[in-house]
């Protein structure tokens, strides 16, 4: 097995005459949890969606999961089921709790629907609001639903897009939790875009900080809060203003 999940040679994404994303080189380790961290704007969005195959580069070249081919438009539906992404506004079905993390698996024909769907659900802290109505659901449980359905998944890689954007420091606890268990479980590659230095700090074993679409700076965690050699970075840990 590949050390290695992703790497990119230099990622570019353009709209018309913008370009909103330059990544050089990029590495995600298998195993890892990298946090990517910036203002709004920065093209932290953008890099998720190429990571989760939803987007191809306008240039460069993007390998997955170890392999020494680069990654083919549109990938393989195989390919592309390998990683699972939770977005930071949710859209969940008209129906149960219990049905909106079934979705996927059932969609796949996969088998153990019920006890998977159940421990996806006590991961998240909601085993007790398995036929609770959706719509009738917080803010937060209904990004923890959205994180339940995902895990459901036992995807090789979870790309996480502001998880805990806005919300109550109960349920933020509750994801960060969930995600602990997941990777200490199931070893599983996540990437965690987050506004939250101090949420990137608990959980991130890298990080990597985007600024107007530029990676300023990759590092391993203690490095990047310790010592980061860019004065952008520095400015940008100390709560400085960056833009």
Request: proline share 6%.
């Amino acid at each position: 097995m590949s050390d290695w999940v992703y790497m990119g040679e230099n990622l570019r994404v353009t709209y018309g005459r913008r370009t909103v994303l330059r990544v050089d080189e990029l590495t995600v380790r298998a195993g890892d949890l990298l946090g990517i961290v910036g203002p709004s704007g920065a093209g932290k969005s953008t890099l998720l969606r190429v990571l989760a195959l939803l987007e191809p580069p306008t240039e460069g070249v993007l390998y997955f999961g170890g392999s020494s081919e680069p990654v083919r438009w549109p990938p393989p539906l195989d390919v592309r089921r390998r990683v699972t992404m939770v977005f930071q506004r949710p859209l969940l079905l008209s129906d149960s709790v219990f049905r909106n993390v079934a979705y996927g698996l059932r969609a796949r024909g996969a088998d153990n629907v019920r006890p998977r769907v159940e421990q996806a659900l006590e991961m998240v802290g909601l085993a007790h609001m398995a036929h609770a109505a959706a719509h009738t659901l917080s803010g937060g449980e209904l990004q923890r639903v959205a994180l339940a359905r995902a895990l459901v998944l036992e995807p090789e890689v979870l790309l996480l897009d502001e998880p805990t954007a806005n919300l109550d420091p109960y349920n933020v606890s509750v994801i960060e939790e969930a995600l602990k268990g997941l990777r200490h479980h199931n070893h599983t590659t996540i990437v965690l875009v987050t506004h939250n230095v101090f949420q990137a700090r608990r959980l991130a074993d890298r990080v990597m900080f985007l600024l107007d679409g530029e990676c300023v700076e990759a590092a391993d965690a203690e490095a990047f809060f310790e010592s980061p050699k860019d004065p952008r970075t520095r400015a940008f840990v100390r709560g400085e203003m960056v833009y």
